[in-house]
């Protein structure tokens, strides 16, 4: 059984930065590929950051140079470095992970496990 845990938001001014967590246990699928979504309140779930077991990553417009995704695969934790924040980047964030071939995609549809996620409020 896949448990997917994100940690880490909070509220910060704009301008800030927070960093956020995903702590995955009972998955053990390699290749696989590991993504950032976030949804604000009436909006559709976006995402924003993926990254793949090599190590390759993609990014949503909206977030290019100021979010950064990475991985430790030891702690089989997910990152999200969140920079610069503006209020537009107040939402839910939630971790999404799927296994088989390495694919680079915010899509949302082809992630089966998804976390609870975690609030990040940034007050202008």
């Known amino acids: 059984l896949v448990d997917v845990v994100e940690s880490g938001g909070g509220s910060v001014q704009a301008g800030g930065s927070l960093r956020l967590s995903c702590t995955i246990s009972g998955y053990t699928y390699r290749p696989y590929s590991m993504a950032w979504f976030r949804q604000a309140p009436e909006k559709e779930r976006e995402g924003v950051a993926v990254?793949?077991?090599?190590?390759?990553?993609g990014y949503a417009d909206l977030v290019k140079g100021r979010f950064t995704v990475s991985k430790d695969n030891a702690k089989n934790t997910l990152y999200l470095q969140m920079n610069n924040l503006k209020s537009e980047d107040t939402a839910m964030y939630f971790c999404a992970l799927r296994g088989g071939p390495c694919v680079v995609t915010l899509i949302r549809s082809f992630y089966p496990d998804w976390g609870q996620g975690t609030q990040v409020t940034v007050s202008s």
């Open positions: 990254i793949d077991s090599n190590g390759l990553t």
